[in-house]
């Protein structure tokens, strides 16, 4: 698959529906896939953390990836894969490869706080696994404990199979120097929302996004924007965006915002599953006049209210 035309430059990292019980909603994933893909993104990442990897089990991961790629025949979906255990990262690549995910996401592994070489030798061992289909890496010391340095990140840059890195170190100097010293071809994704003008300005190439769920069109418009070298307009949807962004990623951990304001918005995406839970009322009310306020940036078609 190319890297140019088959992972695109937005991908929304999508929420995982789930019944009123707590069961796995496939069927509203699949509706929410295509929403998504309407809705300006070129594919969608099942299973990250936006989609409460961590409170699916491996099975449940393979029915949603397979679910979602029948919506989305033509269209990108990732599938993350990564743990802080190389064996079964490799186990979950090798099954979501035949489950037909057209790339695999994977993250630095958390908590156990590997060196960088362990981090080097777990995304070579993934990418072994994925047998060609493109592996994106995700640094995120935030959740995992351990920075890949740009160095490392580099390194793992030339590792066959290893296509790009999704960035959410928060550090844009770091990001820039990953953009200057990448092999052709190699693709910087920001994995901060707020980070994707700033990103593209040093080199990047896009993002795998959340807030994309309720605002897709305005995300892809700023892109192609700066794209076409109007940089005033991509710094003008930037500005509005922010306070979005803002409010969805520090009213509480993501996906716990995102997830209540899909719902909120009219798309039944459900509950949560422990050890996550709702945010109180007045939070998210506050929340919710954030997104009233930016208006006609928000494309998910029911009121707030």
Known sequence: MSTER????????????????????????????????????????????????????????????????????????MAGTGTNDTRHSQEMTHRAVEAGADAILAVVPYYNKPPQEGIYRHFKAIAEAASGTPVVMYNIQG????????????????????????????????????CAGKPEGFRVWSGDDSFTLPLLAVGGYGVICVVSHIAGPAMKAMIEAFLRGETEKARQIHGRLLPVIRALMTTASNPIPIKQVVNRLGFPAGPFRLPLAPLPDADLERLLAVVKEAGDLISLPVSVG
């Open 6 to 77: 088959g992972i695109g430059r937005l991908l929304t990292a999508m929420v995982t529906p789930f019944k009123e019980d707590g069961a796995l909603d496939l069927e509203a994933a699949q509706r929410l896939a295509q929403l998504l893909v309407d809705n300006g993104s070129d594919g969608v990442v099942v299973f990250g953390t936006t989609g409460e990897a961590p409170a699916l089990d491996d099975e449940e991961k393979i029915a949603l990836l397979r679910a979602v790629k029948r919506a989305l025949p033509n269209h990108t979906v």
């Open 143 to 178: 959740r995992t404990g351990v920075n890949m340095t740009a160095a490392t990140t580099l390194r793992c840059a030339e590792i066959r199979g290893v296509v790009g890195v999704k960035e959410a170190s928060g550090d844009i100097d770091q990001m820039g120097l990953v």
